[in-house]
């Protein structure tokens, strides 16, 4: 059974950073490329970030140079971490597992940017 178990949300202020963790088991992870995915309230899904098996990596135009997805194929793990935190960053971030034919989502962990 696949699992995908983030953690590492809360609450921050503007300008700060935080650090999500996915934690992966039930697949052979370094085969997968691993995303994390935000939706905020009243808001579609939308991409944040995604790094391949081999260590590419793309970002969304509005993440790109505060935030840097990183993983760690023994310890299955999937990072995102978060710097210079704006209110509009607000979501639930979920992380994603996806190779051919296979796609897993996690349940998701709260960000919070506020003063």
């Known amino acids: 059974q696949v699992q995908l178990v983030e953690s590492g949300g809360g609450l921050v202020q503007p300008g700060g950073p935080l650090r999500l963790s996915c934690a992966a088991s039930?697949?052979?992870?370094?085969?997968?490329?691993m995303g994390w995915y935000r939706q905020a309230p009243g808001k579609q899904r939308e991409l944040v970030a995604t790094?391949?098996?081999?260590?590419?990596?793309n970002y969304a135009d509005s993440v790109k140079d505060r935030f840097t997805i990183s993983r760690d194929n023994v310890k299955d793990t999937v990072y995102l971490q978060m710097n210079s935190l704006k209110p509009e960053d607000a979501a639930v971030y979920s992380c994603?597992?996806?190779?051919?034919?296979?796609?897993?989502w996690g349940q998701g962990t709260q960000v919070a940017v506020s003063s």
């Open positions: 994603n597992a996806n190779r051919v034919r296979r796609n897993f």
């Open positions: 790094i391949t098996s081999g260590g590419s990596t």
């Open positions: 039930g697949l052979i992870f370094n085969l997968y490329t």
